[in-house]
């Protein structure tokens, strides 16, 4: 059913583009776990992960688990690949 | 209507949903609806009519009796019944109508529309859904350890009633960092969101800018440092835990973020704030502390709502890269306006955002002292602002 209907094509394109259209795949250097990661300067960091990551990080498996503690074996692998030039430090394309 | 790198934007104010979230929503604080009376509740375009029963349950029940269509909030509690008004039809808390005084039988049929209950932190919760599904107590709000109790104050508990804005526009909240400063007249030093399954979380500490401590209320003192976290429980119920450091003097306060949607444009919001009994001071000074964040965080929410009331409708907002993720928010808070069957794994999946304040706080720490040296310039007879404004 649908809910909020944007009225154009394009919003639709910038619903893909803002969700997903700068994540780079980023495997951790510990577990199976591949997220899609951006940078849009050297501080931020979006990270999203899919069903299949979460089930394979054994951080995240833990329980009882904090909502908001991330993993932080990934977050050491994410910026490992930025240090190895691997993810794009701001959008380029002028976001 | 082809759009290229100059083309001008067009703001796509899109269409509303026709149905209300999926959820647990709250229909105020459960003493409220204690007095043995019916009362009105206005909500999912509808009347809703909650009482509670001589045993003690709560009911919440459409308002409209399903005999002849009686107004059951102006209706009369008989026992564990709700009467109606117009022909005395009774009425159970779980939405069976189990007696009709004139008749010699109830007709089986004779069931209506009822919302599954419970009472959490002292306030009354209903689950709505579209699809009719069974309440899901996995997904209620958590406990709050000492909230009820006396290390805490009593809930402040305030209605404010929106016209003119679709209850999404509270929930982008969630993600806005730049508001903070230019709404609500704080730095916002540190932010970060978090969202899984049913949760969307905001972190976030601030300070209050110091050219606006005179006029903003709200967060806009310099002396006030806060530390903030706000979790979405579903759609339309937040938990804001805070830590409000005042010169040193820090105190725990509980702020609660709920709304009903009452029409496609507009809904009822609701805050309550419950603040922890600091060591060494007596209640009445603590309740008027509570007041007193009541007060402040009423006067914040007052500034958003003079904004929703003015502002367009956006589906397709153009970002900026210091922006929060407004567009993987309202992806999440799409999932309770589809069908569970139609929940897209990515609605749910986890997504953690952590946004650079440097450049925006470097920027208006600027524009923040240019506004006190022209201030200082303009009226040096005016004496200098108090701290304690609020």
């Not at chain 1, 940078?39 to 069903?51: L, V």
């Amino acid at each position: 059913m649908a809910s909020f209907v944007p009225t154009s094509e394009e919003t639709l394109a910038d619903q893909r583009l803002y969700t997903a259209g700068w994540l780079t795949s980023v495997s951790c250097q510990d577990c199976l776990a591949v997220v899609g990661v951006q940078k849009n300067s050297a501080h931020h960091t979006s990270i999203q992960w899919s069903a299949e990551a979460l089930a394979a990080c054994p951080e995240m498996g833990r329980r009882p688990r904090e909502l908001h503690a991330g993993c932080p074996r990934l977050q050491a692998s994410i910026e490992q690949a930025v240090r190895a030039g691997q993810v794009p430090i701001g959008a380029g394309d002028g976001f | 209507m082809t759009a290229t790198d100059t083309a001008a934007r067009m703001l796509d104010r899109g269409v509303t949903p026709e149905r209300y979230a999926r959820g647990w929503h709250c229909a105020g604080l459960a003493d409220a609806f204690r007095d043995g009376k019916p009362h009105a509740i206005e909500t999912f375009g509808a009347k809703l009519v909650v009482f509670q029963a001589a045993n003690g349950e709560f009911g919440v029940l459409d308002g409209y009796c399903r005999h002849m269509g009686g107004d059951l909030t102006q209706g009369e509690v008989k026992g564990d019944e709700l009467a109606c008004p117009f022909h005395d039809w009774r009425w159970g808390t779980d939405g069976r109508c189990k007696q009709i005084p004139y008749a010699r039988r109830v007709p089986l049929r004779a069931r209506t529309q009822r919302y599954e209950t419970v009472v959490r932190n002292g306030q009354l919760l209903f689950w709505h859904d579209p699809e009719g599904s069974p309440a899901d107590h996995d997904l209620l709000p958590p406990e709050l350890p000492g909230v009820g109790t006396d290390e805490y104050t009593e809930w402040f508990w305030e209605t404010v009633p929106i016209k003119g804005s679709h209850c999404r526009e509270l929930i982008d909240n969630v993600v806005d960092m730049a508001h903070f400063y230019y709404v609500h007249f704080a730095f916002p030093t540190s932010f970060r969101n978090v969202f899984e399954g049913t949760r969307a979380t905001q972190f976030m500490e601030s300070k209050g800018r110091p050219d606006k401590a005179a006029d903003a209320g709200g967060y806009g003192d310099a002396d006030m440092v806060l530390t903030s976290e706000a979790t979405y429980y579903g759609p339309a119920y937040m938990i804001n835990w805070l830590e409000v450091d005042y010169k040193g003097f820090v105190t725990e306060v509980v702020l609660i973020n709920c709304h009903l949607p009452t029409g496609p444009d507009s809904f009822t919001l609701q805050y309550g704030i419950t603040v922890k009994k600091p060591e060494g001071l007596d209640d009445k000074t603590a309740q008027y502390i509570a007041k007193k964040y009541a007060e402040m965080f009423g006067t914040g929410f007052l500034q958003d709502v003079h904004i929703w009331q003015n502002k367009a409708p956006v589906q397709n907002p153009l970002l900026c890269e210091e922006d929060g993720p407004v567009y993987q928010l309202r992806r999440w808070y799409e999932q309770f306006y589809v069908d569970v069957a139609d929940i897209a794994p990515d609605m749910v999946a986890r997504f953690e955002f952590e946004v650079d304040t440097t450049k925006a706080n470097e920027f208006w720490h600027e524009e923040v002292a240019e506004n006190l040296r022209r201030r200082d310039a303009a009226s040096e007879a005016d004496a200098p602002l108090e701290g304690a404004g609020h």
